[in-house]
DNA sequence: AGCCCCATGATATATTGTAACCTCAATTTT
DNA sequence: AAAATTGAGGTTACAATATATCATGGGGCT
């Protein structure tokens, strides 16, 4: 397994990140895109977008309606700047925006933290078979629901 | 890769498997679990809990609501009868709910059909990794999106 | 000014998923 | 046999997630 030790952004330094990126794809850098940036990357778990929703409204003190939400974070999506959980309907902040992945997601079925990794030798394989079967331009979604190693302890 | 060429099961053979197993594993097999099998087994494409609870109602000639439907289905997935497909918010019949495996599922983005193929190295390498992260009992989602043979044909 | 583009707002609605509580029938227990 | 228990399913209500549609307003352009 490759292990993932390049740059890791973090705070300012992530956020100028997304920002690049997204302009580097011709989009705008707003402060709507940005405060729901933000508000994402402020959790430590995946976030719903109603939980982000919420936070933005927070941070804005008004209340902005989840429909503005979901357009941005599927812009995000789009734009590498932000990854959706399927099995947890559910967002999270890229910590890399820059480098593109397929990814792996371990979700805890108790606490609902979920760690991302990657591993390109597994998604290739994945890609791999999908192609074998005739599928084309694939989007790998690989995820595990299990319990992480805090709350297995207990 | 591992092929799948033991017996597929269709029509009265799946649903006698589908009874095998459920009693199996100490469960009833009434009318209204049939019903949900029958109906789900009745799609050729993943399908929702509301599509399959509008199929029984049509087959009951009664009305039958999403709830029941969604505990059936949760019972047998629980049970290895029905998988569900995370990344649509559906699920599909097992075609051969006797044996145990992780799965991966091929969905078109077009049409919507979803090919299930099982590949144990893959599979494996992803619960390994899984384990290497510190999760334990995890169970795989393994998804990919993208548009199939007979749609990219077009 | 007038026009267009695009981001966002506002509102409504659709879809998916749970919770709480009830009934009924079958089985067990007394 | 009467009472208690249990499991399946019904009914209703509601919560959470997601999309559709039209309106508004700013910024650049002619």
């Known amino acids: 397994m490759t292990r993932h030790d390049h740059q890791l952004h973090q705070g300012d330094s992530l956020t100028?990140?997304?920002?690049?990126?997204?302009?580097?794809?011709?989009?705008?850098?707003?402060?709507?895109?940005?405060?729901?940036?933000?508000?994402?990357?402020?959790?430590?778990?995946?976030a719903s977008a109603?939980?982000?929703a919420e936070q933005v409204s927070k941070s804005?003190?008004?209340r902005v309606a989840a429909n503005s939400v979901y357009r941005i974070l599927d812009l995000f999506v789009g734009a590498n700047l932000a990854r959706r959980v399927e099995s947890a309907n559910a967002y999270v902040a890229n910590q890399?925006?820059?480098?593109?992945?397929?990814?792996?997601?371990?979700?805890?079925?108790?606490?609902?933290?979920?760690v991302h990794i990657d591993d390109d030798n597994l998604t290739k394989g994945v890609r791999e078979a999908a192609k074998g079967a005739g599928f084309s331009a694939p989007r790998p979604v690989i995820e595990v629901r299990g319990t992480c190693g805090d709350c297995d302890d207990k």
Request: aromatic residues 8%.
């Open 96 to 114: 890399h925006p820059g480098c593109l992945h397929d990814c792996i997601f371990l979700i805890c079925d108790n606490c609902g933290q979920a």
């Open 50 to 52: 109603y939980d982000v």
């Open 16 to 46: 100028a990140a997304a920002r690049e990126r997204l302009t580097l794809q011709g989009e705008q850098w707003t402060g709507m895109r940005a405060a729901v940036f933000e508000a994402l990357a402020s959790f430590e778990k995946p």
């Open 60 to 62: 804005q003190g008004r």
